[in-house]
């Protein structure tokens, strides 16, 4: 079992950076594949970033070059850094760990880009 929670999200100004965290359980966290998704209302819930096992990355288009996804298997810790933030960012995010058949999602943060 993985537990996840996210923190960090917000209100920020277009053009603006935000880094959003999720605090992971589990003593295996180090073999999990993590994700950050967000689903804007009305949308299907997307893949925002994705960082393997062995920590090599992924990511959505339309937020390549603004976010990185980052993690800290010590500290059991995930990472999104987020600048040049525009208003089609807004969304919940949510954090996710994936491992074989298992799959676990937190709670999400709401993010809101907007002036």
């Known amino acids: 079992q993985v537990q996840l929670v996210e923190s960090g999200g917000g209100l920020v100004q277009p053009g603006g950076s935000l880094t959003l965290s999720c605090a992971a359980s589990?003593?295996?966290?180090?073999?999990?594949?993590m994700g950050w998704y967000r689903q804007a209302p009305g949308k299907q819930r997307e893949l925002v970033a994705r960082i393997g096992s062995s920590g090599g990355t992924n990511y959505a288009d339309s937020v390549k070059g603004r976010f990185t996804i980052s993690r800290d298997n010590g500290q059991k810790m995930v990472y999104l850094q987020m600048n040049s933030l525009k208003p089609e960012d807004t969304a919940v995010y949510y954090c996710?760990?994936?491992?074989?058949?298992?799959?676990?999602w937190g709670q999400g943060t709401q993010v809101t880009v907007s002036s």
């Open positions: 589990g003593s295996i966290f180090r073999l999990y594949a």
């Open positions: 996710n760990a994936q491992r074989v058949v298992e799959n676990y």
